[in-house]
């Protein structure tokens, strides 16, 4: 074969032209009517009809699905997570006899129950009418931070309107500040930021504080703890040891600097060299300057080392998961039930990994060998033609060979070549390196995948949860809450050459963002308004975020971390907080700490809660009153109210009082360099506001 | 512990009650669901776990081959089963013991294995699978104790991924207790105590009902059990010692034992399930000689819980699980990692888990191997059916399912069978 250098580029804008317009936008939605009735019908009423329906359940009607049997509600519009109906099919508990539905009936009734459950043709073609946008209606046009902000809460505010929900009130100046730190800079503000912030009088002040958080170098840090953890997940191996720290300032130094997304992910995926030691001392230094060129963003790929090399199964998983939101290993094994993936797609676009290999044998070594690539992949290049469909060309393709099972259940070795997700077969320059055309395919404009899945989630960072949930598995039948928006944040974002920091400052510059997380006064807030983003939502703080508010909350807290920091063996106090804290990423709206971390949080960490946590902000001088409000400064960042302010004045006098009668024989004993460990109702107070939900959340 | 004390945990109840008061959905509905299948007369199941990590040799415990050149067997209870002949105590119990010699689960690395063995699935990236002891909690979680319903022993202070609750939320999260007593049970600070624990959970309802979010409610609902586990009296179940001297005898005074006798008493005192933690079972220079060793004090521990529970009238309510990761190579050469001699190598194709008591069949042996037991000769176990099978023999369906991100998974593995010859 002979290859054209326009050959790659013009294959791969076929490759994204055939599908661009295939996944903005999407089959009809179905209705009772026509798609549902007739599958009910063909599979389920025998039991589920006539007179006396199996456990009260009639399937007749779309109604009979609402009203449900003895076991309540069969569907529920828009959740299939609270649609029993679902959970019986999906799982092919029903049909009972055994006979399941088939993948289409399945994505049908998948798609029917997302979409709002329509009832007839017409009420099913609303809904496609007011959702997708064709391509062409998108501007590619970078707009600025106001333009992308306007869009948001268009859009938003469009389909509220529709739906008949109320936005939330603004949020205050307080909220809104704890807001922004909490999720870029991943703490809380301090007492001094937050009151010159509230303070401040001038109408641009909030979108100052955005820029101001963005320019920081705490931004990229935050940045890159989020990604590290989903980088390097917990699971990877222990070997090679990934220089974590230095990994996280690499990634933290590509935020900050703003640099396009396109091109960090392009690093991470072509990344060649050593890895550096994790430690750095006179020891490391000597073997490191051996060990030439060194390149810490090969962490990304050498977190996938099993059995000598990084996997090319492990890292398409990742790659596709995290970068293109495709959940394709399922499909590692068997072709996905539901997705549109099959085993193949799967092996064909992690062969463009296959020789992504050490320099060295490794395996069980100390010294990690360079990660390389040749120009060809060694031993598992066959010069055979492929047997199965797909063309197999000598010495050009990158290819993997890979056990498939046939429709009869037989299993034969096969050889699959390089391919693109979603498209034919990748025409590849012999010259290039394959996983350097798949980092291009990947991160370019015209893919369908990428833009999409970055917007998606930085937007279920921002509100906790994504237009499409969850966030890594964007199939086509997972339909986005949101298609229109998330359409053009996309383009913007790709037409603004996917510049991270552009588009997190018109989301937080949107009224959407800036939304009150406390409900209307007598809106009962459900499922369904929380997917219309009618109030911001409360999200967890995650450990790293708690570690880091502790710190700016409580001084104890941070004396404690940095003499932890000093110590012979540093950071063992750290790490062991991290770990117990440690939440669960893939559900951050959600209360996922236990008894444990309630145990922790109020009797664990010493004692942190004395006099001193209090800074000196209180006096003896200032009003009760007065020296209450500093405390809930320092904790919730944020004025009492009235009704609080006279609780806790009870509060502090009857503990004042309490304390005054001690003995002081009981009380404990200052020495000179010993923290000031006398009680102080004040202390309790902080306590009490650190252990509050109010705290542990960010709202 | 004092009346005053009683009176201030009545009140501090009721503050917690007002602070859900109204709302019937999430963890009221929960907990009225669970109280009223706490007024049935029947006693919940339990579970003890009784995890042995590192993966312990088959063959020189619960399935010697015949005419083995290392170790003799004895004759049991049940005639016609021998056993090691280290393992005395536990072969006078076999009546009420079922050995699953045909366990075959394809995973012979630790991390992957232990995985599999407390999920009953492959680790995932897509899905937190909750552990055994979660789903335990969850199932036959009993209230009103002040206690957690999964206690995790000797093991770390935190849950390693296949410890958790996973999808099913902290409610089910195991409480860890790595030494001998509950740790971050006492505030730093005594005094006035119960003035901030009141005014705490003022704060959390003033908020609940401020910004109507569950996730709040959860929060307080996490606090509440944290504070009724501070004061609970229950919490001398923690403490072995308090125990007569010659039901601590019975048990011995090896860690293994003491777990074991700190399992009978929290399941006694209504914790649904506790794992009990024995590492170091990697005997990858061989496992005649370690195994040898460790066999009084199994062979000691283990056969005093079964006398113990069924003693206490405990053992037809309480399913005993004893197994590793994986077990071991029957055969020098065999298995993964340094295989060199015999019960070296990782082997997860043909190895042995024990069952007791929950009014399973005891007295049997199920599944046949090879002679030189490399093989599973006849009924192989998957780690869906032996799932399937503590499931239902804890009254649990196996079927049911739970939510993962909004996938349906089953608690047993789709198409998993429970082993029938034991019901």
């Known amino acids: ?699 | 512990m004092t009346n005053s004390d009683f009176s201030r945990r009545a009140g501090l109840r009721a503050i917690a009650a007002a602070a859900i008061g109204g709302s019937l959905t999430g963890w009221l509905a929960r907990f009225a669901a669970r109280v009223s299948a706490a007024e049935s007369t029947k006693r919940p199941k339990s579970c003890i776990l009784l995890w042995m990590d590192g993966g312990p040799s088959q063959t020189h415990t619960f399935a010697v081959p015949d005419k083995d050149p290392d170790y003799k067997t004895i004759p049991t209870a049940v005639s016609g089963i021998h056993i090691s002949e280290h393992l005395p105590k536990l072969a006078a119990c076999l009546g009420d013991m079922a050995l699953l010699r045909t366990m075959s689960t394809g995973l012979n690395n630790h991390a992957p294995g232990q995985y599999l063995m407390h999920t009953g699935y492959r680790a995932s990236v897509a899905i937190n699978y909750p552990s055994l002891g979660a789903i335990v909690a969850k199932e036959c979680g009993q209230l009103g104790t002040g206690l957690p319903s999964y206690v995790n022993l000797g093991s770390s202070s935190v849950p390693k991924s296949f410890q958790r609750a996973g999808a099913l939320g902290a409610d089910f999260a195991p409480m860890m207790l790595s030494g001998s007593s509950i740790t971050d049970i006492r505030p730093p600070i005594a005094a006035r105590e119960a003035a901030r624990l009141e005014l705490l959970q003022e704060v959390q309802t003033a908020e609940i009902d401020r910004f109507q979010a569950e996730q709040l409610r959860s929060h307080a609902a996490s606090y509440r059990k944290a504070i009724d586990l501070m004061h609970a009296t229950q919490t001398r179940a923690f403490d072995y010692k308090s125990e007569p001297r010659e039901i601590q005898q019975l048990y011995g005074s090896g860690g293994f034992g003491v777990q074991c006798l700190q399992a009978r008493r929290l399941v006694e005192a209504g914790v649904s399930f506790v794992e009990v933690n024995w590492g170091g079972w990697d005997h990858h220079g061989g496992a005649a000689e370690p195994v040898q060793k460790r066999s009084p004090e199994l062979d000691q521990g283990f056969s005093a819980l079964i006398t113990d529970l069924k003693q206490c009238g405990l053992l037809d309510s309480t399913l005993i699980v004893w197994m590793g990761e994986f077990g071991r190579g029957p055969l020098a050469g065999i298995g993964g990692g340094n295989n060199g001699k015999k019960g070296a190598g990782h082997y997860a194709k043909c190895w042995t888990t024990v069952l007791a008591g929950a009014g399973l069949k005891g007295g049997q042996v199920v599944g046949k191997t090879t002679p030189d037991g490399v093989e599973v000769a006849d009924r192989p176990i998957s780690a869906g059916d032996f799932f399937a099978t503590i499931c239902r023999a804890l009254d649990i369906d196996p079927t049911a399912t739970y939510d993962a991100a909004g996938r349906p998974v089953p608690y047993a593995a789709t198409g998993s069978k429970p082993i029938a010859e034991l019901f």
């Open chain 1, 1 to 699: 074969m002979f290859h054209h250098p326009n050959r790659l580029l013009a294959a791969m804008l076929a490759v994204s032209a055939g599908l661009a317009g295939g996944t903005a936008t999407f089959a009809d939605t179905p209705s009772f009517d026509q798609d549902i009735r007739p599958i009910l019908a063909e599979r389920c009423l025998h039991c589920h009809g006539g007179e006396s329906p199996k456990n009260g359940l009639r399937l007749t009607t779309r109604e009979g699905l609402l009203r449900g049997g003895k076991t309540g509600s069969a569907i529920e519009p828009g959740s299939l997570r609270d649609s029993l109906l679902w959970t019986f099919i999906a799982t092919d508990k029903m049909p009972a006899d055994g006979n399941k539905l088939s993948a289409d009936q399945k994505g049908v009734l998948r798609r029917w129950i997302l979409a709002g459950a329509p009832a007839t043709a017409a009420e099913a073609a609303r809904i496609d009418a007011a959702a997708p946008l064709k391509r062409s209606q998108i501007s590619t046009e970078p707009g600025g931070v106001e333009q992308i902000a306007a869009l948001i809460d268009r859009r938003i505010g469009e389909r509220l309107k529709t739906a008949g929900v109320t936005a939330s009130p603004r949020a205050d100046d307080a909220e809104f500040l704890r807001r922004i730190y909490l999720d870029l800079a991943g703490r809380i503000p301090s007492y001094e930021e937050t009151t010159a912030f509230l303070a401040a009088d001038h109408p641009q002040k909030r979108r100052q504080l955005i820029d101001e958080r963005l320019a920081s170098p705490e931004f990229g840090r935050h940045q890159a703890i989020l990604w590290h953890k989903l980088l390097i997940p917990k699971s990877a191996g222990a070997y090679p040891r990934i220089p974590h720290e230095r990994f996280r300032e690499w990634l933290a130094d590509s935020f900050n600097s703003g640099r396009a997304w396109s091109e960090i992910v392009t690093d991470l995926l072509t990344a060649e060299g050593y890895l550096p030691s994790d430690k750095d001392n006179e020891l490391t230094r000597k073997s490191d300057s051996k060990r030439q060129p060194q390149n810490v963003a090969t962490a990304f790929l050498n977190a996938h080392n099993t059995e000598g090399r990084p996997q090319p199964k492990g890292i398409i998983a990742s790659v596709s998961r995290l970068f293109l939101a495709q959940s394709i290993e399922c499909a590692q094994c068997h072709n996905h039930p539901q997705a549109k993936w099959e085993q193949t797609d799967f092996w064909a676009a992690a062969a463009f990994f296959e020789r992504v290999r050490y320099d060295k044998a490794t395996y069980g070594d100390t010294s990690i060998g360079r990660l390389i690539e040749p120009a060809t992949g060694g031993d598992l290049i066959y010069d055979e033609p492929a047997k199965g469909r797909y063309a197999f060309v000598p010495g050009v393709y990158p290819t993997v060979a890979i056990n498939l099972e046939d429709a009869n259940g037989q299993r034969t070795k096969q050889m699959i070549a390089a391919r693109f997700l979603g498209s034919e077969l990748a025409e590849l320059d012999p010259e290039e390196s394959p996983r350097r055309a798949f980092a291009a395919w990947a991160t370019s404009r015209e893919n369908p995948y990428f833009a999409r899945a970055q917007v998606n989630r930085v937007w279920s960072q921002l509100f906790g949860r994504g237009f499409v949930e969850p966030v890594d598995d964007m199939s086509e039948d997972n339909r986005p809450s949101h298609p229109e928006l998330l359409d053009e944040l996309s383009a913007q974002f790709a037409a603004g050459n996917f510049d991270l920091k552009r588009l997190l400052a018109g989301i937080c510059h949107s009224q959407t963002y800036q939304q009150a997380s406390a409900p209307s006064a007598g809106d009962a807030p459900d499922r369904a308004s929380a997917a219309l983003f009618a109030r911001q939502s409360l999200k967890q703080l995650t450990e790293d975020q708690l570690l880091a508010s502790l710190s700016a909350a409580v001084p104890t807290f941070a004396k404690m971390l940095e003499k932890d920091a000093r110590e012979k063996n540093p950071g063992l106090v750290r790490a062991a907080f991290l770990e117990v804290h440690e939440t669960d990423d893939s559900l951050p709206t959600e209360h996922t700490r236990g008894l444990q971390q309630a145990l922790r949080m109020m009797n664990g960490d010493g004692k942190l809660f004395n006099r001193e946590a209090l800074a000196g902000r209180v006096s003896a001088e200032a009003t009760v009153d007065e020296n209450i409000r500093r405390v809930y400064l320092q904790a919730l960042c944020r004025n009492p109210s009235s009704q609080e302010l006279a609780r806790m004045r009870a509060f502090i006098a009857t503990a004042a009082d309490e304390i005054q009668r001690l003995d002081p024989r009981q009380l404990p004993q200052r020495k000179n360099d010993q923290p000031d460990n006398t009680p102080d109702p004040y202390a309790d107070l902080l306590w009490v506001l650190i252990n509050s939900g109010e705290f542990i959340f960010n709202h």
